[in-house]
Structure formats: structure tokens, C-alpha cells
């Protein structure tokens, strides 16, 4: 199943945020072990490094990237997804690229902890516990 992870999910393991990080680990791990064909938006990776490197540095946010990446496609962020995002229904211009890039990359799912946000999306949403459900059933 190709799914595209939002920015948070990503956050949640990196930062350690303690009420998410199990299931967004998990999310990242099923990823890892080749159980989902995930997808970044090419933008969510230079968001990551710039929220991350504020609080555990350059370093280790560096290494994180460089490892995430070795198991991720990357969605492009091109002047077709931006021009898209722009024209679409999505309060949030973020969460609006992020829907276009995994559009463009023909994705079957965003996992989100904001699936509000994605109220205006045309691919199904997740949450990190309700993509973990999903992928049990289809591997089961």
C-alpha cells in the first residue's frame, strides 16, 4: 500500500512526543520493514529539519533525515502540485500541498494526526492507529 506521512507522524518519533510516538513509530517501522510503500512530501523534509534542529540540533536531526530517506520516496513539490494546492478547497495551505504532492504520487492513503485538516481531501486519511489497523487487515 503506498501511503504518504504527514509531517507530525514524523515529528512524533523524531521529537519523541510521548503520547503519539507509539503509533507513529509503528506507522514508520511497518515502512522500514517494506509492509507500506511510504511517501514524504518533498517539502515536509526541509520542515522536519528546520522544527527538529531548533530542539535537538543540526547533528542529530541530520542523521535522522539521512536515515528516514533511505526508506521513503519522496513526493514531489513541483509548480503542478503547487498550483493545485492553490486551487483547491483546503483551508490550510500546507495540509493542501501535502494532498496534492501524494495526489501526483498516486498514493492510496495520507496518515495524519490532523485529519481535520484533510476534511477537502480526494485519498483516503488516516490516523497512525487507524493506517496500523488497515495494514494488519491487508497483510492478515
Not at 9 to 17: A, C, E, G, K
Not at 73 to 89: G, H, Q, T
Not at 125 to 131: G, L
Amino acid at each position: 500500500m503506498r501511503i504518504l506521512i504527514d509531517t507530525n507522524v514524523v515529528l512524533d518519533v523524531l521529537l519523541s512526543r510521548a503520547q503519539h510516538i507509539r503509533d507513529s513509530a509503528s506507522v514508520l517501522s511497518k515502512i522500514r520493514s517494506g509492509e507500506a510503500d511510504g511517501y514524504l512530501a518533498a517539502h515536509t523534509v526541509t520542515t522536519i529539519y528546520y522544527l527538529a534542529c531548533k530542539r535537538i540540533g543540526d547533528q542529530k536531526t541530520r542523521e535522522f533525515l539521512e536515515e528516514l530517506v533511505k526508506f521513503f520516496r519522496i513526493a514531489r513539490v513541483d509548480e503542478y502540485v503547487i498550483e493545485s494546492a492553490l486551487a483547491s478547497p483546503f483551508a490550510d495551505f500546507e495540509d493542501a500541498v501535502v494532498h496534492e504532492a501524494g495526489d501526483a504520487s498516486d498514493v492510496l492513503a495520507i496518515v495524519t494526526r490532523d485529519k481535520a485538516g484533510f476534511a477537502q481531501a480526494t485519498i483516503p486519511v488516516f490516523s497512525p492507529d487507524e493506517m496500523l489497523a488497515t495494514l494488519a487487515k491487508t497483510t492478515a
